[in-house]
């Protein structure tokens, strides 16, 4: 098989494009799907500050890679949540990634943050479910230090297989209020920075593909608190499909894209205000991260 570009022997076939590759073609084509995603959406300009919540697997590190190469200013932030083993080999990688590539990295660790807990035993403590406990400090992380460090734009590495994956769940649930707002970029607004998804165009076998020919270590282990979540039925669900309708996800999700607005605009169902303890924008007088803090007694609820 020769690659359609250059007429070589093509190292990748992508059977939703109908599309042969060589090694540097596929690159070249990686990163025009991750500018065209920016483009399309208007998530940031050259000259924007960006920052990256990278988690050392390969869709985060593969975004700051392409976003760099693109010519952008990134720099990422790790939570290091205290997940054993998952998360040491974490760190270690990111922190690899940003010396190697001489970019800038910040680093959370959740140890100095709760009082020497980490994210295991906050959840044992709380008795909170993990993956809403960990989003919960995570979104907190990530929006108080774009605000502080004068951040314009937060970007996650979610790719089409997440993105298509929450949309089948959402359709399934009718959960209009979510897909009312499941938008590649949404705006800045009530004390949040903007937030974007450049890898939105790409499946994570294409991502796979970019870190390996671009000798990008990651993670490859994965979260013990994730084994359970329903984002990997849903996913599966459409890997099986896609097995018999070669480009179902990209045709899902784009068709979703077009016909978004009939689910009508995302309505605020309540006002934000600032945490009277910390100034997170909350809906309650104490935002959720401050309550864990107290339920934890490291701080006191204020009367």
Same mark, same amino acid.
């Given at each position: 098989?020769?690659?359609?570009?250059?007429?070589?022997?093509?190292?990748?076939?992508?059977?939703?494009?109908?599309?042969?590759l060589c090694r540097e073609d596929f690159k070249k084509y990686f990163l025009k799907r991750v500018k065209k995603a920016i483009d399309d959406f208007k998530m940031f300009e050259k000259g924007d500050?960006?920052?990256?919540?990278?988690s050392g697997g390969k869709d985060s590190l593969s975004l700051w890679h392409a976003l760099l190469k693109l010519g952008y200013d990134v720099t990422g932030l790790f939570i290091a949540l205290g997940?054993?083993?998952?998360?040491?080999?974490?760190?270690?990688?990111?922190?690899?990634?940003?010396?190697?590539?001489?970019?800038?990295?910040?680093?959370?660790?959740?140890?100095?943050?709760?009082?020497?807990?980490?994210?295991?035993?906050?959840?044992?403590?709380?008795?909170?479910?993990?993956?809403?406990?960990?989003?919960?400090? =995570?979104?907190?992380?990530?929006?108080?230090?774009?605000?502080?460090?004068?951040?314009?734009?937060?970007?996650?590495?979610?790719?089409?297989?997440?993105?298509?994956?929450?949309?089948?769940?959402?359709?399934?649930?009718?959960?209009?209020?979510?897909?009312?707002?499941?938008?590649?970029?949404?705006?800045?607004?009530?004390?949040?920075?903007?937030?974007?998804?450049?890898?939105?165009?790409?499946?994570?076998?294409?991502?796979?593909?970019?870190?390996?020919?671009?000798?990008?270590?990651?993670?490859?282990?994965?979260?013990?608190?994730?084994?359970?979540?329903?984002?990997?039925?849903?996913?599966?669900?459409?890997?099986?499909?896609?097995?018999?309708? =070669?480009?179902?996800?990209? =045709?899902?999700?784009?068709?979703?894209?077009?016909?978004?607005?009939?689910?009508?605009?995302?309505?605020?169902?309540?006002?934000?205000?600032?945490?009277?303890?910390?100034?997170?924008?909350?809906?309650?007088?104490?935002?959720?991260?401050?309550?864990? =803090?107290?339920?934890?007694?490291?701080?006191?609820?204020?009367?």
């Amino acid at each position: 098989m020769r690659c359609a570009i250059c007429k070589k022997k093509a190292e990748v076939y992508l059977p939703h494009h109908n599309l042969a590759l060589c090694r540097e073609d596929f690159k070249k084509y990686f990163l025009k799907r991750v500018k065209k995603a920016i483009d399309d959406f208007k998530m940031f300009e050259k000259g924007d500050k960006i920052l990256l919540a990278v988690s050392g697997g390969k869709d985060s590190l593969s975004l700051w890679h392409a976003l760099l190469k693109l010519g952008y200013d990134v720099t990422g932030l790790f939570i290091a949540l205290g997940i054993g083993e998952f998360s040491e080999r974490a760190r270690k990688i990111v922190k690899e990634f940003s010396d190697k590539n001489k970019t800038n990295l910040i680093t959370v660790k959740l140890e100095n943050e709760f009082g020497g807990n980490t994210l295991p035993q906050i959840v044992e403590k709380t008795r909170g479910i993990p993956c809403k406990v960990c989003g919960k400090i =995570k979104r907190y992380y990530f929006d108080r230090i774009a605000v502080k460090e004068n951040f314009d734009v937060i970007a996650t590495g979610h790719n089409l297989d997440d993105e298509s994956a929450f949309l089948l769940g959402n359709i399934l649930n009718w959960n209009i209020e979510y897909l009312a707002k499941q938008l590649p970029a949404l705006p800045e607004e009530d004390g949040f920075k903007k937030k974007v998804k450049p890898l939105i165009y790409l499946t994570e076998r294409e991502i796979a593909i970019y870190a390996f020919f671009n000798e990008i270590n990651y993670n490859e282990l994965s979260c013990p608190f994730s084994k359970k979540a329903k984002s990997h039925f849903y996913k599966e669900s459409l890997h099986q499909m896609e097995l018999s309708y =070669k480009g179902l996800r990209i =045709k899902f999700f784009k068709g979703f894209l077009r016909n978004q607005k009939i689910f009508g605009k995302a309505e605020k169902k309540y006002s934000l205000s600032p945490c009277k303890i910390c100034g997170y924008p909350t809906s309650s007088e104490i935002c959720g991260v401050c309550k864990i =803090k107290i339920n934890l007694g490291l701080i006191e609820e204020e009367k």
